[in-house]
């Protein structure tokens, strides 16, 4: 297929309309659907929806971002991998989001969990990674902490906690006293 090349040098794995227009400078719509209808027809993509395509190898974090924009890997997602819980949430992508919303797709459930905007779009310890934005362990916890009241957490000596109290400013009073319990119960 004529311009593989450039999708690939992209980096990207997951692909909406956007992207293709910007990667390849094809303005027409109708072009670009049948772009994607070649492509996987060919078998280069997979169609994940109606307006949503991917290489057969995708990163399961870009395909979370790309569902639901204004949104960023948080939660238990960010915990589990930072050892600071033990439970496995291996099948479900948490993310902290402007509204709630549930997708499922390849047996895997993206849970997005409504924050408000002021916090959501806070830049503070957000690792962006290109393809995906991802909180910081500290951030996940704050997160937390923000829609469970007392939420417990199996292993905390990781932790910055300048970072934990600095980023709990941005959250409301109940979650600035209960990183302080957090901080002085260690």
Known sequence: MR???KILKSKKTVFNYDDIKNILWI???NTIKKFFERAVKEGIFINIYKWLYAFEDFDLFELAIKIKKNSYISFETVLKKEQIIFQDYWNT???ASDNSLKKKKNNVNFEYLK???SILLN???LI???KYIIASKERAICDRIY???NYYFDDLQQVDFEKLEEISKI???RVILEVKKIINDR
């Open 171 to 173: 959250y409301n009073k």
């Open 3 to 5: 311009y593989l090349w």
């Open 128 to 130: 962006n990674k290109g």
């Open 93 to 95: 992508v948490f993310l």
């Open 123 to 125: 830049p503070l310890w």
């Open 27 to 29: 303005e027409n719509k």
């Open 115 to 117: 924050i408000k905007n």
């Open 147 to 149: 829609l469970t009241k």
